[in-house]
């Protein structure tokens, strides 16, 4: 994460808001609880990426234990059903769900980012039309009618429930950005780019897109953090990860044990879960406190 | 006006209590879409309808080895000579419940000529009927008139109503379990009047002559009322199977004399959450029939050998364990090139090599130790203990979990960790399903199978996974077969060439001389004979290595002691009518 | 009557978005969706078999063809039966509508009536302890899963770990007792969930009134605060808040909650559409989308027109 602000500050050095960046890294350099929350976010990462490349984790499939056991020193969480360590699964599940908030939250970014600033370059016109027609469709599809209907389409996809919240999360987004590129575009510079006939893809890109990467950055934030907790509620309704292990997917076998008084699967997804998807909504806070200039608190 | 409340209070307390009617909560772990006799292809489905609806024959409440006895008949068919003609006379004076349907509003006598336009209507393509495929092909002319475009007025030359009470059916092939598909939610009695008037709508709408008519249905409940108006039918223990020492605890014996149905009100919940159920059923004020989930075993079971409640659970409810009356396995795909047939025969030896490699793996003990609270035992193949043609002789290795064994079977065959095809395992998507994927990878990682080429291939809804299945298209097939009559030729048709998919016969296993046997065994009366081509063809099918099985679940049934019954929760169980509550 | 004719006009110029709707849920349905055929075969069918169900369920017909019957169903607004139960779409809808609505009304107002008060006492005390722990409530409610919340809820008030005072599940409503016996948990599990994000989006919306000139200048001038409240701050950040209400409106009265619904088995119209999608229960599929999209059109309608009621500044052009 500490990357892309970087990454992102860089690229803004040239166009029109080095102040914007290095106010907010000031103001977010004040905020310690969102300083706190992005630690957490990191550590979250340093596990994921651990998982990736095995240090742990990586036996969440062994059977360990014959059956269910309770909390011990060898297995912190217990073991589940098949005996497997309840603990490794919930690291494994760290990964999953990184994959999942990743994917869904820069293609939905990137997808809603493009299209709402070309709706917006254009607004009004047959563009503007056409994708705030699209988008509209969209929203008015109930959201877990419109996943259920596509993870049955893409049935055997291991990606299905990507594809299906990136089809939907990119809207809200794409709403924001071009109410924001209606506001820019008459921004002297943009006009002149325009007058000496730059090539609109070159507007778009080089000029207006550059200039929403401070909504994009939130709104990313704030997507990961949905499709975490989406994940949840798909996996319960056998809509959701199919390959590996994923928090939805122990809490869906939780709701089975907990009546029954087994609380292992309950307490270690909901408890890695909650930390992470907490941290993230407390940094994605700070966040837009430090780039919203305007933001009254 | 408190005076008046008041007052309002003590008369609701007097009316409810001078006219408490007997309800029994009875719930069931599935749920079922339609009530129209021609769709009742579930058992939940066909218990209810074969309590709205009459069927011509039932099985004795509580005799074991299943017995038949006439229900709607008059009495057990006359059977020609060559056991092609079957006639079958009906009870008189019977009358359908009461329906707007009907002229008047009440229900007119129920005939010979109801029966057979119940049959037909499985021969229509409009009423989506699903059970054709117990009499097509058999029937005389049945086949011919659907052809000819279902047109109900004319005749069926071998479904014949000859009078008003007598029924007439005539055989293409001598088909020895008839009788029993009479006793089916399929072959269930409705009148024409209630399917023109409702239509499609039949489905929310069954009207018959059974002991119970429809209260209210819907995807959580269905309630079923008393019918007024049901035929004369008196309990009696001993023509029902009473046996003292099984039966004694249950209190059935009370039950002597009393007019059927007994309670006024049967509500039965659908909650395929086992935990609810649990929790539903122990509250006291709700359900009052349920089974012990695997995850309470431990909290409510005292002893396993033999099976015993704690005592505080005892002291409350009545147990039973039971096995079910259905069998699971793993079927392979035998027209998959990779693990069955193969048009080079030598590939085709080593498949069969590595399918019984995976069969040597599978670890039955372990699978129901996880998933069936350990209780029951595999058994080989798909004939379980009880039924004609088990083979108590059947050689343990067939269920024996040996990887080593697996190993050398393998490594002698030629296949090596890279060779060895890719294994999909398909199912429904949902956790239990999951689980149960997770424990198989585990065996074949443990036989020395890659876990790279170890995939699961997931459908969203039943329905999906059906049809991939019905258009050979999955590797593998796990699933459990309910049997519909206790007769094992109900389970060796699973296996029967030309039932392969679309047809209940999804391994695609096709063995001529296991075809063969099966057309002679399949007109066969019941007899030695006939048991032992069972038993060959059994062997066939073990030696081929087409099938994981078999294991038949033991169900925990619990009820609360002021309800007097007996569980018969399989297919052939209709037992609402003799519930009685304390 | 200018009300009239531009509801009117708004509805007929939102045409195309229900026409796109429609189209986008029908070729989902129809060429990824499951199919229905397997659902309805016995246990041993043929081929010839499939074949009729398939004919019976008019898969065999050209997708035009089908999108036309749609079309047709969608003006007469006449589904058909269900294909699972046989049941009619309007008699099903009818019957679980009902159900849906007395959840989800009672969240929604309820969730709405404390979110506001919530998000009035932490714009109030901006800045101090109290709004800083509200705040701290809500992103723990924003941050919680719904699943989790359900489970642990469940566990509090009706199992035999907890308080064990209410039913697990179902739906037995007779009066209003028990009506409030089986409504209370799913209840109190949604509102805690709502309260996270409705408290932050008002709690925004108030601020920004409370920071407005003519709000400080009344202030200073000594206005009653109750005055203030309800003349100054609440009039205005009402439109946001009525917007965010009834645009949420139609996928409450169609879409129900299905997890609220599946895990509670409560038979509500949620359940059914979710079953209905799993297994490709076209008619009823047909008949939620093209409702929701209807009511979603209405509710953007009545939110413009509420806007010129609030606010006479502006007008319905």
């Given at each position: 994460m500490n990357e892309v602000i970087q990454n992102s500050t860089n690229k803004q050095t040239h166009t029109?808001?080095?102040?914007?960046?290095?106010?907010?890294?000031?103001?977010?350099?004040?905020?310690?609880?969102?300083?706190?929350?992005?630690?957490?976010?990191?550590?979250?990462?340093?596990?994921?990426?651990?998982?990736?490349?095995?240090?742990f984790g990586s036996s969440w499939d062994r059977f360990v234990t014959d059956g269910y056991s309770g909390m011990s020193r060898q297995h912190i969480f217990g073991t589940n059903l098949n005996g497997q360590d309840i603990f490794e699964r919930a690291l494994y599940g760290t990964k999953t769900a990184f994959q999942i908030g990743f994917i869904v939250a820069i293609v939905a970014t990137f997808l809603g980012g493009i299209l709402g600033a070309v709706a917006g370059f254009f607004s009004g016109k047959i563009p503007d039309v056409l994708i705030t027609w699209f988008y509209g469709v969209i929203d008015s599809i109930p959201f877990y009618l419109f996943v259920a209907a596509l993870a049955v389409a893409l049935a055997d996809n291991p990606y299905a429930m990507h594809i299906a919240m990136i089809s939907t999360f990119w809207t809200s987004t794409c709403r924001i950005i071009r109410g924001e590129v209606i506001k820019i575009k008459h921004l002297e510079y943009i006009e002149a780019a325009r007058a000496i006939g730059v090539s609109y893809t070159k507007i778009i890109f080089k000029h207006i897109i550059p200039n929403t990467i401070h909504i994009l950055l939130v709104q990313s934030t704030i997507l990961f953090v949905t499709a975490i907790k989406s994940e949840v509620i798909l996996s319960f309704l056998n809509l959701g990860v199919k390959e590996g292990v994923s928090w939805g997917l122990m809490l869906a076998e939780a709701a089975q044990e907990v009546p029954a008084g087994n609380f292992n699967n309950f307490i270690a997804a909901s408890g890695f879960m909650l930390i992470l998807v907490l941290a993230f909504n407390t940094f994605s806070d700070a966040l837009q406190d430090a780039l919203d200039p305007k933001k009254v608190s | 006006m408190q005076k008046k409340l008041f007052l309002l209070f003590i008369f609701c307390t007097i009316s409810t209590s001078a006219f408490a009617i007997k309800v029994f909560k009875y719930s069931v772990e599935g749920t079922p879409t339609s009530l129209d006799p021609v769709q009742s292809s579930t058992k939940y489905q066909n218990r209810i309808v074969s309590a709205i609806c009459d069927t011509l024959y039932d099985y004795k409440y509580l005799k074991i080895p299943y017995e038949l006895k006439p229900n709607l008949a008059a009495a057990l068919p006359k059977i020609s000579k060559d056991g092609l003609t079957y006639t079958i006379q009906i009870k008189k004076g019977v009358f359908f419940s009461d329906d707007p349907a009907f002229k008047g509003g009440k229900g007119r006598e129920l005939?010979?000529?109801?029966?057979?336009?119940?049959?037909?209507?499985?021969?229509?393509?409009?009423?989506?009927?699903?059970?054709?495929?117990?009499?097509?092909?058999?029937?005389?002319?049945?086949?011919?008139?659907?052809?000819?475009?279902s047109d109900y007025k004319k005749q069926v030359e071998g479904l014949k109503a000859i009078d008003k009470y007598t029924i007439q059916i005539s055989l293409v092939k001598p088909y020895p379990q008839l009788v029993y598909t009479l006793t089916k939610g399929y072959s269930a009695i409705v009148a024409k009047e209630v399917v023109e008037k409702y239509g499609p709508e039949i489905s929310i709408h069954p009207v018959g002559s059974g002991p119970w008519v429809l209260g209210s249905f819907n995807?959580?409940?269905?309630?079923?009322?008393?019918?007024?108006?049901?035929?004369?039918?008196i309990f009696d223990l001993k023509n029902e199977g009473y046996d003292e020492k099984i039966h004694g605890f249950t209190g059935i014996k009370s039950l002597q004399g009393k007019k059927l149905p007994i309670v006024d009100q049967i509500e039965i919940n659908f909650m395929e959450n086992f935990s609810m159920r649990w929790i539903s059923f122990t509250k006291g004020s709700e359900i009052q029939f349920g089974f012990i989930p695997e995850q309470q075993f431990n909290n409510v079971i005292a002893s396993r050998n033999p099976l015993s409640l704690n005592k505080e659970y005892a002291q409350k409810y009545y147990f039973l364990p039971q096995t079910e009356f259905a069998f699971r396995y793993l079927?392979?795909?035998?027209?998959?090139?990779?693990?069955?047939?193969?048009?080079?025969?030598?590939?085709?030896?080593?498949?069969?090599a590595l399918r019984i490699a995976i069969h040597k793996a599978?670890?039955?003990?372990?699978?129901?130790?996880?998933?069936?609270?350990?209780?029951?035992?595999?058994?080989?193949?798909?004939?379980?203990?009880?039924?004609d043609g088990y083979d108590p002789t059947l050689s343990k290795e067939y269920i024996t979990h040996d990887p080593e064994g697996a190993k050398k079977i393998l490594k002698d065959n030629g296949w090596t960790a890279a060779n060895l095809p890719d294994i999909t395992y398909s199912m429904v998507s949902d956790i239990r399903q999951n689980q149960m994927y997770d424990q198989f990878r585990g065996w074949l990682i443990t036989i020395g199978y890659p876990s790279s080429k170890i995939k699961k291939q997931t459908f969203a809804s039943f329905g999906d996974y059906s049809k991939a299945v019905k258009s050979r298209k999955t590797m593998t097939i796990a699933m459990a077969w309910g049997l519909d009559f206790p007769d094992s030729e109900n389970v060796l048709q699973l296996f029967y060439g030309p039932n392969s998919s679309p047809g209940s016969n999804n391994s695609n296993y096709n063995n001529p001389e296991y075809n063969a046997l099966y057309e002679k065994a399949s007109t066969m009366q019941p007899s030695k004979e006939r048991s032992e081509i069972y038993k060959k063809m059994h062997k066939l099918l073990l030696e081929d290595s087409v099938t994981i099985a078999g294991?038949?679940?033991?169900?925990?049934?619990?009820?609360?002691?002021?309800?007097?019954?007996?569980?018969?929760?399989?297919?052939?169980?209709?037992?609402f009518k003799y519930v009685d509550i304390k | 009557m200018d009300t009239f004719i531009y509801s009117l006009r708004k509805f007929f110029q939102s045409i195309p978005l229900i026409f796109g709707v429609t189209l986008i849920s029908f070729v989902l349905m129809v060429y990824f969706g499951p199919d229905k055929t397997y659902d309805l075969l016995g246990k041993n069918p043929t081929q010839q078999q499939i074949e009729?169900?398939?004919?019976q369920l008019g898969y065999d017909q050209p997708f035009l063809t089908r999108y036309f019957i749609f079309f047709k169903e969608i003006i007469t607004f006449d589904?058909?039966?269900?294909?699972?139960?046989?049941?009619?779409?309007?008699?099903?809808?009818?019957?679980?509508?009902?159900?849906?609505?007395?959840?989800?009304?009672p969240i929604l107002i309820s969730g709405n009536i404390i979110s506001i008060i919530l998000a009035l006492i932490a714009a109030y005390f901006r800045g101090k302890m109290i709004d800083k722990s509200v705040m701290f409530v809500a992103v723990i409610g924003m941050s919680v899963s719904y699943l989790i919340i359900v489970i642990l809820f469940q566990i509090i008030f009706c199992s035999s770990y907890g308080l064990n005072i209410f039913p697990v599940q179902g739906w037995e409503v007779e009066s209003f007792t028990s009506y409030l016996k089986y409504v209370t948990v799913p209840v109190l599990a949604s509102v805690f969930l709502s309260i996270g994000y409705n408290t932050r989006f008002y709690r925004a919306v108030i601020v920004e009134e409370i920071t407005k000139d003519h709000v400080r200048t009344a202030r200073a001038f000594g206005t009653h605060p109750l005055k203030l409240l309800f003349k100054n701050i609440l009039k205005n950040s009402l439109i946001p808040i009525m917007t965010r209400i009834i645009i949420t409106l139609p996928f409450i009265i169609i879409a129900g909650s299905i997890v609220l619904e599946s895990y509670f088995s409560i038979p509500g119209i949620g359940l059914v559409l979710y079953d209905a999608i799993l297994t490709g229960d076209l008619p009823i599929i047909k008949a939620a989308v093209t409702w929701t999209a209807m009511i979603y059109v209405l509710s953007l309608i009545l939110t413009d027109i509420m806007y010129t009621v609030v606010d006479p500044r502006v007008t319905l052009k």
């Open positions: 029109y808001g080095e102040s914007l960046w290095s106010k907010a890294l000031r103001k977010l350099r004040k905020d310690t609880i969102g300083i706190v929350a992005f630690f957490v976010v990191l550590i979250y990462l340093g596990i994921a990426v651990g998982v990736c490349l095995g240090f | 005939t010979a000529e109801d029966f057979v336009y119940s049959i037909k209507r499985h021969f229509d393509p409009k009423t989506l009927p699903r059970g054709a495929w117990l009499w097509q092909g058999r029937i005389k002319g049945i086949d011919d008139w659907k052809t000819a475009g995807n959580q409940k269905a309630v079923l009322l008393k019918n007024k108006k049901y035929r004369e039918e079927n392979f795909n035998m027209d998959d090139p990779k693990i069955g047939y193969n048009k080079d025969k030598e590939l085709e030896k080593k498949n069969k599978w670890d039955w003990p372990q699978y129901i130790k996880t998933f069936f609270d350990d209780l029951g035992e595999a058994y080989p193949g798909i004939i379980s203990p009880g039924i294991f038949s679940r033991t169900d925990l049934w619990v009820w609360h002691k002021n309800v007097i019954l007996y569980p018969v929760e399989n297919v052939l169980g209709n037992y | 009729e169900v398939h004919h589904f058909g039966y269900s294909d699972s139960t046989g049941e009619k779409v309007s008699s099903i809808f009818a019957r679980t509508i009902p159900v849906s609505l007395a959840v989800q009304l």
